[in-house]
């Protein structure tokens, strides 16, 4: 097949989905445009058969955030290749890449591979804190020239292999918890601008609205103040179920 072009659209909070969709477009050997999911920044809405759709987001309780779907709502494809990035903190990617394959697949696209890669835990810190490593991102540019090789093998979009992803997809709103904003802020607007949902009133940026927040922490991230976090105890409570249940050494998979 000849694909011309590919859209990587991601969805991040702490970046570490970034790290991985951006190395994936720049080693595609042709065009690549990051596109990120924010509340102001819409993805066109047709995607044509010789164009590549890549979809990375972040795991949320076993599935993609919802505020992703809403992003994507519009998206359709016409026997477009979609390519599926599930990136998650070393816990599981459970019913993720299932969901993305069911959902793109009755959009019109058609899945031409996926991959479940490992990074720091967004909420526990201390798993998987390093990841995603060189290596990590060296796979993804390696699994990026096999999509590539692939969709080149491939004579027509029938052609693509069949998949079968573990879990099974249950309705469900996926979100986490807004975060607090202590007294070191100085109300710089770091958080305003960058927060992907517009959750941070411009004139109130000491405060969330919990309705809007996607609990992606990307205000934890950026604010030079380190104003922003959710309550200790929270983070105490995942971080000891994690301690548990989460492997920072996991391998990332590829399919
Ligand atoms: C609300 C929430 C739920 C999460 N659920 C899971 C999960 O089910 N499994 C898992 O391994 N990691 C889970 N994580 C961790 C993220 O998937 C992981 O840290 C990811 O790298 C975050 O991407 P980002 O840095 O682009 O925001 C969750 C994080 C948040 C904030």
Known sequence: MNITKATVCYFTGRGTTKQYAKAFAEALPFEATLHELRFDNPVKDTFGPDELLVVAGPV???YLPTFMWEQLDSVQGSKTPAALLAVYGARDYDNSLLEMDQVF???GFSIVGAAAVVARHSIATTIAPERPTEDDLGEMRHFAHTIAERLDTMNTIDDAPIFTFK???EEGVRKGGAPLTND????????VDQCPAGAIPEDNPETTNAEICVGCLR???VCPQSARSLPEEAIAKATAR???LADSAKPNEFF
């Open 184 to 191: 070191a802020c100085d109300e710089c607007g770091i958080c």
């Open 105 to 107: 697949t009755k959009k």
């Open 242 to 244: 994690l301690q548990k």
């Open 60 to 62: 949320y309780a076993g």
């Open 167 to 169: 879990g099974t997809v």
């Open 219 to 221: 205000c934890v991230e």
